[in-house]
């Protein structure tokens, strides 16, 4: 994908919260920033000025606790989106057919196969 290069001064803190987290998700500086201006600029102009006030204005809890909030609803948003994924591709797995016991050793056979790929 063709891009174009931006700059943004931040403090060295900032800096190496960056690069410490780039590290960590194996991913460069610049991609944590990209997906960082991706997420602000995509959300409404009001989200961005009330982000904008909480970090000039808000004390450290303030924004700890708005930030803890932002990441419930992300997180809630992807395990619904997990859901619908992994109930269509259940449902393909399944002859219409199924009877109950069927479909119990389906669900505790996908289980499995998840819980296998997170070791």
């Given at each position: 994908m063709a891009g174009r290069t931006i700059s943004a001064y931040v403090s060295d803190d900032i800096a190496d919260h960056v690069a410490l987290e780039a590290k960590r998700e194996e991913r460069s500086p610049a991609q944590i920033a990209a997906l960082a201006l991706r997420f602000f600029i995509s959300l409404p102009r009001d989200a961005r000025a009330s982000l904008v006030a909480l970090d000039n204005l808000g004390t450290l809890d303030e924004r700890r606790q708005a930030l803890n909030e932002v990441a419930r609803v992300l997180n809630i948003a992807e395990f619904d989106m997990t859901c619908r994924r992994m109930a269509a591709h259940a449902s393909t797995l399944a002859p219409d057919d199924a009877s109950e016991n069927d479909l119990d050793r389906?669900?505790?056979?996908?289980?499995?196969?998840a819980l296998k790929r997170r070791e």
């Open positions: 389906l669900a505790a056979d996908l289980t499995a196969a």
